[in-house]
């Protein structure tokens, strides 16, 4: 079965970096391009970062261009983001997805960043 599962959330001090990194499995990880989403408290779910099968594209939200960089690694299965100069806005539950059509979505269990001094 599908699983995605996030890790290297944290607390981190504005202005501080972390990386976030999903293992992925039970699909054929190169026939599908990846993605972080993320969700803040008493806010929707929003796109943060893609990147197509074999890294060519990404896309970024506008909030976080120039300071979150998507990476994927076909060998090990894996996507990661990268992410800078963080601020407290950027505080949420990041999520791994992968989306298999318009209707069949996976998602990981998200992993907590929370940017505070």
Partial sequence: QVALVESGGGLVQPGGS??????ASGFTFTMYDMNWYR???GKQRELVAGISRFGRITKYADSVKGRFTISR???K???SLQMISLKPEDTAVYYCNVAFSAMLNYWGQGTQVTVSS
Wanted: aromatic letters at 0%; one cysteine or more.
């Fill in 77 to 79: 299965n894996t996507v």
């Fill in 39 to 41: 969700q803040a408290p």
């Fill in 73 to 75: 690694d076909n060998a």
């Fill in 18 to 23: 972390l990386r976030l990194s999903c293992a």
